[in-house]
């Protein structure tokens, strides 16, 4: 699934092309991938491109806004006369002809443009919605990691109730958004804290070196363009990204931690895999 920075940077990709581009036609092939009225949404041109937390949103000259999750596998590929672009689950997709079969939504844009929407697994979806409403979710989300409402004062009071363990509870989008899987794996071992530690157990001074920590990660994943792993495709410009080669434990179980030496190790915490160092994250 797409991350924050994975999503931080489709967005920066497209906030470069989409701007003034004016919606001419919508096609929605799937009814579970888009939600609203392409008629509404048929005519009005694209202001802007922002983000919060893992949801894309293109602000319009109308009334409304367009919403966008990716959730598993989607794909958000723009297309013009002298470009493809952008970005999502790794695929022949990001090279091959569109629309392609995992193709849920067209736009034809203006200057020859187009943008297309595919999703394998039909989990993401773009929802039309007026923008006082998407304001409202936005206001009413969790703080990005990144974001300066993100201090260390925040953290010690959202956790201090918290007896889940530290990994679950930072990546709750109830507490902060953007710290997803891979993230907080690499995360807790540059702080060196187990993933098991109950959340209301790391003192101020381990908060402030986690939080550095989170807010490091994110910046390197986001400057790298994402992490891409299926290897066909980590080479295709304009869609990989590269914090792969920078993975401090997550899917590197069996191999020496980078900090310590120690062995890398993999278990289930949350339903989810978590990798961690055996030496300098035991307790």
């Not at 013009?80 to 990001?94: I, S, V």
């Amino acid at each position: 699934m797409p991350e924050l920075p994975e999503v931080e940077t489709i967005r920066r990709r497209l906030a470069r092309v989409l701007p003034g581009k004016k919606i001419l036609q919508v096609e929605a092939l799937h009814p579970k991938s888009f939600l609203g009225s392409e008629a509404q949404l048929t005519g009005s041109t694209i202001t802007d491109v922002d983000r919060r937390a893992k949801i894309l949103r293109f602000k319009l000259d109308s009334d409304y806004s367009l919403l966008t999750h990716l959730k598993m596998t989607g794909q958000l590929i723009y297309v013009d006369k002298d470009q493809r672009l952008g970005g999502g689950h790794p695929t022949a997709d990001w090279v091959q002809a569109l629309p392609s079969r995992h193709t849920r939504i067209t736009y034809q844009l203006s200057d020859q443009a187009s943008l297309f929407f595919n999703d394998q697994r039909i989990f993401g979806w773009m929802k039309l919605l007026p923008t006082e409403e998407a304001d409202q979710l936005f206001t009413d989300m969790a703080p990005d990691i990144n974001h300066q409402a993100v201090t260390v004062d925040y953290l010690q009071q959202a956790l201090k109730r918290r007896t889940q363990s530290i990994k679950q509870a930072i990546m709750n989008n109830d507490i902060v958004c953007g710290v997803g899987n891979i993230y907080a794996c690499d995360a807790l071992n540059i702080a060196k804290i187990s993933p098991h530690r109950p959340a209301n157990s790391l003192d101020k001074i381990e908060l402030t070196t986690l939080l550095e920590a989170m807010q490091q990660v994110i910046k390197e994943g986001i400057d790298l363009g994402g992490t891409t792993f299926d290897g066909k495709y980590v080479d295709i410009s304009g869609f990989a990204g590269g914090y792969q080669h920078k993975l401090r434990v997550y899917g590197r179980e069996g191999e020496q931690c980078h900090q310590c030496g120690g062995t890398i190790v993999k278990e289930k915490l949350g339903g989810r895999g978590t990798y961690f160092c055996s030496m300098c994250q035991a307790t």
